[in-house]
Structures are given as structure tokens and as C-alpha cells.
């Protein structure tokens, strides 16, 4: 019996061009797999109501192609239940298309992960109710999150450019985190990351031994560097050898309170998000059906 397939394209993530995209499906598509629909969104949190209504509807697969936006959309929909994620990664950043190895062409996806790839189960988490993906944080990274959101030419140069932009005005706020109701920290870091996934996007690795399907998020503490040893720790973070300074302090936990000064705007998973003064960070272990390369 034939598998439902549901292709949900962002027409205008990532500013690379989709129009060639549904011919691409209908050319390459195993047809004695699958039976596949296609549609585009519309506007902003489109891609999350036709992901509740392909569960509803009781499709098998449902796919996000598009940015890191359109794939959060889609995934946090589909947390928990029986349906099978895929991506198709369209973005500028890409980060969990990376983190897993998916091919970063789309006819690649088609061929080896849609038509011959194996299910597997990977972790998300929550940050005060509200699920994510790849990775969460506060302090620095949140601000770059939210002028790299507005910002209408993305892409890595962008994202550097505002990273250069706003490092000397940044002034670090203190923070308590309590892992697992049990270790205490306190810190006044550059950015903290609950990290499920290894990196932002773009190859830039922020804990390169973090595991989507471990149970465990690594909490990345980051002290603002030196200005003088900006472009080391940069390379490291861009050759994932960031671990291997003192730039970065990681713990593993499944539980992280976290207690800050102010409410303050935090980045999940590239979007900056308002968020209280004190929250909750939580792994919710192997609650997303994926579709992965075989050899992964």
C-alpha cells in the first residue's frame, strides 16, 4: 500500500529559487512508494496549520522544504506523533540539514532520503512550553537572531556583519542555571545555548559532540572573548573545534532552570522570542519521527 506524501514548500525562504521544484518531485519520486501532493504557504505560520491539517488527514510523510523557519514550523507540529518528518533544506543557514548529514541538493533528498531513506527517532525540546529543534539560547546569540530575522539580505556574510556589529555594545547579564535540580552555576556570559543539535547554521558548530538522539541537551556557556582572540575562537567555532577552548563551558542536563535578571528576548531556533525572567529548558528524548540517509 502506497504511502501519503505531503511537500510543504516555502516559495520564498532562503531567497533560492523553488519554482523548478514540483517538476523536480514529479520527475524523481518513487510512484510505486509514494503518492504525493504539493503545496506552498502563504504567509507566516501558514506551514504549521498545513502540517496539523496533513495529520489530520492522516498523511504518512509530510516534508518542509524550505529555511530553517519553515522546517521549525513544520517539525514542532509533528512532535509526538505517528507521522514521519523529512526535509528538503532550502535556507541560507541550514543548520539541522547539516547536523544530519541530509544532502543539501534537492534532488539528492528526493533520490536517497525520501525514496530509500530509514525512519529514525530524534529529540526535541522545550523552552517554557514552547518546543524547538536544534537550538535555544539567551545573552548575545538572541540579538543576532533577531536582527538576522529583519535583516532582508541573509546568508553568512550578514550574519558575521551583525555579529561585528553589536559585539562591542553587548553588555553580558548574570545568569543562574540549575541542571537537573541539582548542579547551580552562576555566570555572565556572552550567550548561553541549549543546544540539541551541533550548530547555528552555516557550519558553525557550537558543541560538536552534541546528539539529537542522546536524551541530554549541552548547555554551551560562552564568556565574551578578548577582542584580540575573536578571530580564533571564530575559526574554531567554524572548524568545530570550539570545544577545545576556553572560549566555552559545556555541561550536559535534561533539566535547566534558568534565573536571569530581566525578561529579555531569546533565540528558538533563529527566532527571537520574548521570554520571562526565569524559565524551564527541557529534552523531550526520541519524540520526532525523521526520515534519514541510510547510511546515517
Request: net charge negative; aromatic share 8%; glycine share 6%.
Amino acid at each position: 500500500m502506497k504511502e501519503k506524501i505531503l511537500f510543504i514548500v516555502n516559495p520564498i525562504s532562503g531567497h533560492h529559487d523553488k519554482s523548478k521544484f514540483p517538476a523536480l518531485v514529479e520527475e524523481l519520486i518513487d510512484k510505486d512508494k509514494y503518492d504525493h501532493t504539493i503545496t506552498l504557504t502563504e504567509y507566516g505560520g501558514h506551514a504549521a496549520e498545513l502540517t496539523r491539517q496533513a495529520i489530520d488527514n492522516d498523511y504518512d510523510v509530510i516534508v518542509a522544504v524550505g529555511g530553517d523557519g519553515t522546517i521549525n514550523e513544520v517539525a514542532t507540529n509533528m512532535i509526538g506523533a505517528r507521522q514521519t518528518f523529512a526535509i528538503v533544506p532550502y535556507g541560507s543557514g541550514n543548520g539541522l540539514a547539516r547536523h544530519l548529514h541530509l544532502p543539501l541538493k534537492p534532488e539528492k533528498v528526493i533520490t536517497e532520503v525520501i525514496n530509500k531513506g530509514m525512519q529514525s527517532k530524534i529529540d526535541t525540546a522545550t523552552m517554557n512550553g514552547v518546543p524547538y529543534i536544534s537550538i535555544a539560547g539567551v545573552g548575545f546569540d538572541a540579538i543576532i537572531a533577531d536582527h538576522f530575522a529583519k535583516d532582508p539580505n541573509r546568508g553568512f556574510k550578514t550574519y558575521f556583519k551583525l555579529i561585528f556589529e553589536k559585539f562591542f555594545r553587548f553588555k553580558p547579564q548574570r545568569y543562574r542555571l540549575v541542571l537537573d535540580d541539582n548542579e547551580t552555576l552562576d555566570c555572565r556570559p556572552l550567550f548561553i545555548s541549549f543546544a540539541n543539535s551541533n550548530q547555528f547554521g552555516f557550519n558553525a558548530t557550537v558543541s560538536p559532540s552534541a546528539s539529537l538522539n542522546d536524551g541530554l541537551l549541552d548547555v554551551c556557556i560562552f564568556k565574551k572573548p578578548l577582542l584580540i582572540n575573536v578571530p580564533y575562537i571564530a575559526i574554531r567555532l567554524m572548524t568545530g573545534k570550539i570545544d577545545k577552548t576556553k572560549a566555552v563551558e559545556i555541561h550536559n542536563a535534561k533539566k535547566i532552570n534558568i534565573i536571569r535578571e530581566n525578561e529579555d528576548i531569546v533565540n528558538l531556533d533563529g527566532e527571537a522570542v520574548m521570554m520571562p525572567k526565569d524559565f524551564i529548558v527541557e529534552i523531550n528524548p526520541l519524540s520526532l519521527n525523521i526520515l534519514l540517509p541510510e547510511k546515517h
